[in-house]
């Protein structure tokens, strides 16, 4: 294959790629934006109808262009999308869609791309490409065996669709308790959690705020899997979220031990029962980053995880995180995406300065 040479290139086309992207361009670097999906949006494209945003924590702008005001009870989906895309045009950005990045390698002096449009060779290759994708189903022994419909956060669209079934929910971050709200209003639900969960009051300040991010990026530093936020903020309920509560519909129960043809079984009696039948099991349990395109760069640490120091890869130092670890939000991607820039552009040769 014969790959074309470039500075640098994007791989993800969400908030963090679009960030670095604006930055890149500002600094003159050239580089192209490759991404898979087939429109703008990023993950926020596939995000069900009722997640309308006014009920996101808080979508940020994007550099150089804020978010045009908008109905809050839009679907984020088509707001978002909207936005990147205008964003996109706006900046000139050189985005190139559907084009998969199916691996990163190292080759002499450059990072090889190979993807479904060609090669291109890389002095720096910044890596956007977010979690969605990976929805992460924890193992539970005779999950295989349950013959009513297993789905996850990611494939939920509406909770029409349970009308008249029983829902067990799984995993106690926001998405749980926002689709346990929804859902609960139109059928009978179980709500279940590793650990009893902990709800605030009010929004977590910036110090708890920060102190979360210091955590994830401390794991990142040490090659750990970055974990989750929820863990060290707690849960801020929203009024739907409190209004299920006052129903009664957030009353938690352990998490399972096992999965059963037509339901869940505890092995110590739990309310009195040791088993309950179930028609759909929902697993709001998270999800993991998207980096099996980089698995030639043999970039795992025995811990698990990829060592990132303010965005740059440790063991490869040509090659970005952003939207990774401590920058996963809206906020921290647009950071890490002008962090990454700056890394990029101290890659690059020195422009030849005209002789005097
Ligand atoms: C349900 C939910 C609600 C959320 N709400 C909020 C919120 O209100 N506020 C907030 O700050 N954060 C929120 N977050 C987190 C937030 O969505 C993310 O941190 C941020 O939007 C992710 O941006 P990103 O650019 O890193 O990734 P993404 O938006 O996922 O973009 C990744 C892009 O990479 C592309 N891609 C992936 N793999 C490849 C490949 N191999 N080749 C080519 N392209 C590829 C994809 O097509 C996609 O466009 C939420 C997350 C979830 C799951």
């Known amino acids: 294959m014969s790959y074309r040479e470039i500075d640098a290139v ?3 086309a969400g908030q963090a790629g679009l960030s670095t992207a604006y930055h890149l361009r500002r600094d003159g ?47 984020a989906s088509r707001v978002v999308a909207g936005y990147f895309g205008a964003y996109e045009r706006r900046f000139e950005l050189p985005v190139r869609r559907p084009v998969d990045v199916r691996s990163v390698r190292r080759g002499n002096d450059r990072l090889l791309v190979d993807t479904s449009a060609g090669g291109w060779a890389a002095r720096a290759v910044v ?21 009513g419909r297993q789905l996850h956060t990611a494939d939920y669209r509406s909770a029409d669709e349970f009308a008249g079934r029983h829902v067990v929910v799984v ?44 955590e994830v990026d401390r794991r990142v530093r040490a090659g750990l899997p970055p974990g989750s936020v929820v863990s060290a903020t ?25 999965i059963t043809p037509t339901g869940i079984a505890w092995d110590e009696p739990v309310e009195g029962r040791r088993e309950l039948a179930t028609d759909v099991i929902l697993w709001c349990t998270g999800f ?11 970039l795992r640490e025995p811990g698990g995880g990829i060592r990132v120091e303010n965005t740059r890869a440790v063991a490869e130092p040509r090659l970005f995180l952003v939207g990774y670890g401590p920058s996963a939000s809206t906020i921290g ?7 990454a820039a700056r890394g990029v552009r101290a890659l690059l040769p020195a422009p030849a300065t005209a002789a005097a």
Do not use: C, K
């Open 333 to 339: 991607a647009n950071r890490a995406g002008r962090v």
């Open 288 to 298: 993991r980053p998207v980096l099996s395109h980089l698995a030639p760069l043999r």
């Open 29 to 75: 670097v050239g580089f192209v934006l490759l991404d898979h999906a087939d429109g703008p949006g990023g993950a926020w494209r596939y995000r069900w109808d009722s997640l309308v945003l006014g009920r996101t924590h808080r979508i940020h702008d994007l550099p150089g262009m804020p978010l045009p005001p908008a109905d809050p009870d839009t679907p």
């Open 171 to 214: 995993g106690g971050g926001a998405s749980a308790t926002q689709l346990l709200a929804e859902i609960s209003l139109v059928t009978s639900t179980t709500w279940v959690t590793r650990r009893p969960p902990v709800f605030r009051d009010e929004p977590f300040g910036e110090d708890l705020g920060r102190a979360a991010v210091a």
């Open 234 to 258: 707690g849960l801020v309920p929203d009024e739907r979220v409190r209004a299920a509560m006052r129903r009664g519909a957030l009353h938690r129960l352990p998490m399972f031990d096992r």
């Open 127 to 147: 890596n956007a490409t977010g979690t969605w994708e990976r929805p992460y189903w924890p193992a539970y022994p005779g999950r295989a065996s349950f013959t």
């Open 10 to 12: 994007v791989i993800g």
